[in-house]
């Protein structure tokens, strides 16, 4: 809960520092008419827009569950992802149509010596903002917070490569370059656009997170409990900051329900210290069978009715089956 609320702070402080940057980005564009410099401005829009949309996704994601939403409310940073993704692809598309406007009608630029110090200038606090939100996102495992420090990071590369043109026009006289540099980097947004868009609409289908499963299952088989005899149907989910694990435990068959509890607790505590507190589980547990003893590790088992000959190793390819383990 507090990740949330400091994640919906940052999101406000973001989109008041959206607006400074737009109106820094209007004055230059006044001063200079150059169109790389409209093009960055008008992304500048779609940044206050987003903001604006993530900051709302983060106060409905903030909200605790309730009897309508089990699983929370974390699933409306992706919603919001994925807006802030189409409206970045949008004005890429912009952007690449009045690049190629402006090479049927040039248009005159002016004051570049002081519209390039006020790009320098902008580009240094939109990457000093895209590098402490995106970690604070990653932190507290916000895709909006990211996605909002992708926005400032896009910003930033489009704002000096904005800088670097004017430079060169200033440098070699060529106007053309003004349209070139702008067109450049509407395929750029257009591609991170697309990316951020991925990326939310893999967490609104549920799809699974490949690297986040890689990461529980090292992280369980390096402290592995010699009472977990098996694991599979592991399931991981993200939603917002909240995370769920889903798992089939085996444990010995003549446990009673406190000892197969402990051994599940033992399972959770471990991946809460690697993960943190935000995680729901549900593990069911079941009873070993003969075919588990060739794989049990568990010494001084009265009721082995085979040695064992193998420590399982769990990875991705066994542990996703839902189906108990044995030795072929």
Not at 247 to 257: D, F, G, K, R
């Amino acid at each position: 809960m507090h990740s949330a609320k400091q994640n919906l702070r940052v999101q406000y402080y973001v989109t008041v520092l959206s607006i400074i940057v737009f109106l820094l980005k209007t004055w230059t564009y006044i001063l200079t008419h150059s169109l790389s410099v409209l093009s960055d401005t008008l992304e500048s829009i779609v940044n206050i827009v987003a903001t604006l949309v993530g900051s709302y996704s983060l106060y409905i994601a903030s909200k605790p569950k309730d009897k309508d939403h089990p699983y929370g409310h974390g699933k409306a940073e992706f919603i919001s992802s994925a807006f802030q993704g189409s409206l970045i692809i949008g004005v890429g598309c912009l952007i690449i149509y009045k690049s190629i406007d402006s090479f049927i009608h040039p248009v005159s630029l002016h004051n570049l010596d002081k519209g390039i110090w006020l790009l320098f200038t902008i580009a240094v606090i939109n990457i000093l903002t895209a590098f402490f939100v995106i970690r604070l996102g990653k932190k507290n495992n916000s895709l909006a917070i990211v996605s909002t420090g992708k926005l400032f990071q896009i910003d930033f590369f489009t704002t000096i490569s904005v800088a670097i043109g004017v430079l060169l026009l200033i440098l070699t006289g060529y106007d053309k370059i003004d349209a070139i540099i702008a067109t450049i980097l509407g395929f750029y947004i257009i591609y991170d656009g697309y990316k951020i868009l991925r990326q939310s609409l893999a967490g609104i289908m549920d799809e699974a997170d490949m690297a986040l499963l890689e990461e529980v299952i090292f992280e369980i088989n390096q402290s592995r409990n010699e009472n977990w005899i098996d694991l599979h149907n592991l399931r991981v989910i993200k939603y917002g900051a909240l995370m769920h694990v889903d798992a089939h435990l085996t444990v010995p068959w003549y446990y009673n329900v406190n000892e197969a509890h402990a051994a599940v607790d033992d399972l959770t505590s471990l991946i809460k210290n690697k993960f943190g507190n935000t995680i729901e589980f549900y593990i069911h547990t079941d009873g070993c069978m003969p075919f588990s003893c060739a794989i049990c590790t568990l010494d001084n088992c009265e009721k082995r009715t085979s040695p064992s000959e193998k420590k399982l190793e769990w990875t991705m390819e066994n542990v996703l089956l839902d189906i108990k383990h044995q030795l072929s």
